[in-house]
């Protein structure tokens, strides 16, 4: 990937330009979604859709930048480009399965990992909002992100496009589409994104978050004939990235400590993304087949106790190869019936090897200081002692998991009403195999004159299947201001199976073990710690019923979206850690969450000026959640905003010289709170805003611009979490400025 450093070094990137989303290939249409009509106003659903000069007015660069300007929507910035913490509508998880779908180019991304990658010449991201299991069935419970790139078939040139930041952030891409004959067009693009980062590791001064992305995109598309199309999606990319910037946190004084660990915090991926599609077009009826292929080899290193201490760090890496295929067929003419039926299948293997190396801090602190205090208790006079400084705990794991299903769903249009229905079977099997061992040289002082090795192993298998029915029913009434809706469906995220706590499991039967050995001498033992419960976790269901209107109002000058929403979701998943001084973590099924609120969005044209608004209320608590310990039934649900807003203002100055044609001036205000970090509910971020701003010099096909973002160096943080009995966060980014350059040739 270096060649491409010194490629960018001379070649700048381009910039989005606004292309069409229907564009006619006649006698063949190429439309965004597969699945569903262009116009999601013409739908009973909540959507947001951000065309190509959003994007550039936005600065959506990557998906994180979707916060905020989708209603309800956080995408939580932290951690590291494997972070892709999704919460929306009170729906939401740290980690493991996603609560949002992602579609690019109409492949589904199966690795949430894969979730976050640097966005470039993206023609429109369409987000969905709610639960659209019926057409994408599995872990779309929140709704689907769809990422639709620019078609050589409706666009021709060379796209440059450069820009510099401040903490010496570059980001560099070029493009070019071409369309050699009127049935075979192409686009090659190659991107390229660095920084040296925000933040410092006060215990040796490096870069906390420096990161290096690069990524490449190949797209063919290619007439068959008349009715038939083709085209191959072909993307690489590559991450390396210094990450998990987190500090300590003292949750009385609420003072943050500076970042300070000891050993590295990084995150490397490489993956390739192969798709093809074909389409028929008929008179009636319109098919298609999309077949992908995926491969990520990503790795993940942790100091994770992030202090300047020797406790444990943890080195995951993985290997996914996936396949995807889907059949799709559905009626095309505006009759009073349309349909769509359609087919998917899926199968991925997940090899992983996380082990995790205790150090001699944690020894000390984690094993021997706990070891020790029971048998004082009998033996004054005598120790636990432990050979070694460190220790490997060893943890490999095989994931395959595959699935399939198979759904429809009917349009009825009688007047100004229109009717519809679906239902999708879906079936999924998975299996985790395990492979888990450990070893330590020990020596008990009273009766030991020699060490003696402790091996630990543990090893099986588990499979689980799940079957799940989602049905979806909605009406609309079609008035002269707009449509009015109401819909009720049915959103699943699946089960799976825990890792990371196994490192906790294997560390509890070593203790175990340990104590029987020794109890021959001071009469003590310990029942086995049984794991079961804790490596598996269930499905989350949900019930979503929303009513809402699009509008389209002054001569459609101004549009208006709205919609009001409750959602009866049980065993919702949380991510926790166990209590006290542990070094794992794992999902867990809470009892029954219910949400409510409501969402508005506004656009507003007019001559030169452009106005767009959002806002998001959510209110949602435990209606049930008793852990064992505690009862959190009635608080807030953790890491779920309450309110999301963003106000975005434009205005075009013309100015018609020769050296310059207009400038745009935009504007951004952004803001997000109250989120609780716990279900306690007695830690929480309170409501902050954010303000970006942008102004571009405009002449033919040559822009030069300045921009900001978190002009007001707002602080705030955008983490929390509680680890080895310490509380951590992580803050938001500082101010951030730049230049930027476009050309189109």
Known sequence: M????????????????????????????????????SVYAEQPLSFTSIDGKDIDANRITEPKNLSLTVPNLLYADYGSKMTSSIYIRGIGSRTEQSAMGLYVDNIPILNKNNYDFDYFDINRIDVLRGPQGTLYGRNTIGGVIGVHTISPFSYQGTRLNTSYGNENTWALH?????????????????????????????????????????????????????????????????????????SLYDEESRK????????????????????????????????????SYQHTNDEMILDQDFRPVSMFTLCQSQQENAFTQEFVIRSTKKKKWQWISGAFGFYKQVDMDAPVMFKKDGIDELILANANAGIHTVFPNATLLIEENQFPIKSQFELPVYGFSLYHQSTFNVGRWEFSGGIRADYEHTVISYANSTGINYRFTLTM????????????????SFFEILPK????????????????????????????????????????????????YFGGNTAAYNAETAISYKPEYSWN????????????????????FYIDCRNLQLTVFPPGKTTGRLMSNAGQMQSFGGELSTRYNYKKICFEGSY????????????????????????????????????????????????????????????????????????????????????????????????????????????IGHSFVQQGKPVQFGIFINLIL
């Open 473 to 520: 029913v909605a009406t609309m009434y079609k008035t002269d201001m707009g449509k009015l809706y109401a819909t009720v469906a049915r959103g699943y995220k699946t089960g799976g199976f825990n890792t990371q706590i196994f490192s906790d499991i294997l560390q509890n039967k070593m203790m175990n073990d340990l104590m029987s050995d020794l109890g021959v």
């Open 174 to 246: 070029v493009s070019t589409y071409q369309k050699p004959t009127e049935n075979f067009a192409f686009s090659i693009g190659l991107n390229h994104f660095s920084s040296d980062g925000f933040y410092t590791n006060n215990y040796d001064g490096t870069s906390a978050d420096r990161i290096l992305s690069e990524s490449g995109r190949t797209k063919i598309q290619v007439r068959l004939s008349p009715n038939w199309m083709l085209e191959n999606v072909f993307f690489a990319h590559f991450v390396k990235q210094n990450g998990f910037a987190y």
């Open 2 to 37: 270096d060649f491409l450093c010194a490629l960018f070094m001379f070649i700048p990137q381009l910039s989005s330009i606004d292309t069409v989303q229907v564009c006619e290939l006649s006698p063949v249409t190429v439309v965004g979604s597969l699945k569903q009509e």
């Open 545 to 564: 019923y929303e009513v809402g209107g699009h509008f389209n109002l002054l001569d459609e000058k101004l549009l208006i979206d709205a919609a009001l």
């Open 449 to 464: 004159p020699e060490y003696k090795r402790l091996p630990v192993e543990m090893a099986g298998e588990q499979r689980k």
């Open 256 to 291: 943050v400590q500076p970042i300070n660990h000891n050993d590295p915090c990084t995150y490397n991926r490489q993956g390739v993304t192969e798709g093809l599609t074909l389409q028929y077009f008929g008179n009636d009826i319109r098919f298609s087949s999309t077949t």
């Open 616 to 723: 998001g209320y959510t209110n949602a608590t435990f209606l049930s959640y008793d852990n064992g310990n505690e009862d959190y039934s009635g608080n807030y649900v953790p890491y779920a905003p309450m309110n999301t807003l963003s106000l975005h203002g434009g205005y075009r100055l013309d100015i018609s010289r020769k050296w310059l044609d207009n400038i745009l001036f935009d504007m951004c205000w952004q803001g997000v709170g109250k989120i609780y970090w716990n279900e306690s509910n007695n830690i929480s971020q309170p409501f902050y805003s954010l303000l970006n701003a942008n102004i571009t010099f405009q002449k033919d096909d040559f822009n030069l611009g300045l921009w900001a973002k978190n002009l007001t160096g707002t602080d705030y943080h955008t983490f929390y979490f509680k680890s």
